[in-house]
């Protein structure tokens, strides 16, 4: 599954609150595994680790990092299409899960600080 060509995570990278701006086409979604919310995976562009962020559909005392309330009570069951145009604007932050150099004891993930967009869901052959 690793290509060979893609730069690896780069665990020597200092943590620094940085927007990426927009990075499209990255970015897989897929219902999460109770079937509650999307979860966003791909590769940070910043230390180009594996981040997963779950969003939920609201549900009383599911709180959980991740949570948006974007989703509340909207529908049962998540629709990835329109979710994803959602999501297209919901600001995505690195949770790669290392604990990059200079992260702050209170850093709401365990990444490298980068922030981004992850645009529209890929639409086939879209540059
Ligand atoms: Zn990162
Ligand atoms: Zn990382």
Redesign the pocket.
Known sequence: MADPSAPSHDFD?AYAEEDMGQVPGLFGRAPSSDGHGIVVTGE??????R?ATEYRHGAPGMGTKGLRSWLAGRQPAPDLARDGELLARETQF???G?P?ANLPQDAPFT????SWLIGEPAQGGAA
């Open positions: 990278l940070c562009p910043r230390c180009h680790g981040t690195c949770e790669c290392h990059h990444g490298c600080g980068a």
